[in-house]
């Protein structure tokens, strides 16, 4: 298989992906200016084009038909509802579906829609018979993805973590009662505190109290 490829396998110009992503862009790009005036996003502009060739539709068949998954698709037709191009109503079919139809806005818009298709072309300035030759390469890409994914192995889901028992509760004795502590330990009687006061100082220490041992006296 690697014999197939020229120099680098993964050189970013041989990329295939690169090719179509980049293309995808810029062609969208082409169509932003011609879409705008009509209120219309690309993707919006897809559901139109679906719902103009084969309305009313159901969510499955209009998913189906873009290759949408209802996730992507709800949010469209609700900004198409909103404009006032499209209905959901119930399916006179199957009363548990929805269809989607066209308003007489969405259906008069076609009109404009029309000239849409000849101004990109021109505005691509390449021939008609090499984008007709490149819309049938790109659906027989499409058909291949699409086949390579259904054959594609499922991913198995990674395996749950094991672990191991939760350890024991530490067992605790019983909490010992107060007739079980026996009385309270007997303390000893408070210090005394120092004479002259009860911060320790003497009474000649402390301001504003007369010492009564009278004059002072020698002391040895």
């Not at 862009?25 to 690309?42: I, Q």
């Not at 029309?114 to 101004?119: D, T, V």
């Not at 086949?147 to 004795?173: L, N």
């Not at 002259?196 to 004059?215: H, I, Q, T």
Request: charged letters at 25%.
């Amino acid at each position: 298989m690697s014999d197939q490829f020229e120099g680098d396998p993964l050189a970013l110009e041989q990329q295939v992906c690169f090719a179509l992503s980049v293309a995808a862009r810029g062609v969208v790009g082409v169509y932003r200016p011609l879409l705008e005036p009509m209120g219309l996003t690309h993707p919006q502009y897809l559901v139109m084009l679906a719902l103009w060739q084969h309305a009313p539709l159901s969510g499955r068949e209009l998913s189906r038909l873009l290759q949408l998954d209802p996730g992507t698709l709800s949010p469209l037709l609700k900004r198409l509802e909103a404009n006032g191009y499209v209905r959901r109503e119930r399916d006179p079919a199957d009363e548990r579906s929805l269809a989607v139809t066209l308003t007489a806005a969405g259906q008069a818009l076609r009109a404009r829609a029309e000239q849409i298709p000849p101004a990109i072309v021109e505005r691509l300035g390449m021939p008609i018979e090499e984008l007709r030759h490149l819309h049938t390469v790109l659906t027989r890409v499409i058909a291949a993805a699409n086949r390579a994914d259904a054959a594609a192995p499922a991913v198995p889901a990674a395996p749950a973590v094991e672990r191991g028992p939760a350890a024991p509760a530490v067992e605790r004795g019983p909490t010992a009662s107060a007739a079980e502590r026996g009385p309270a330990a007997e303390r000893g009687p408070a210090a005394e505190p120092a004479a002259g006061g009860d911060d320790g100082r003497g009474a000649a220490d402390v301001p504003g109290r007369v010492d009564e041992r009278g004059p002072a006296e020698s002391r040895s």
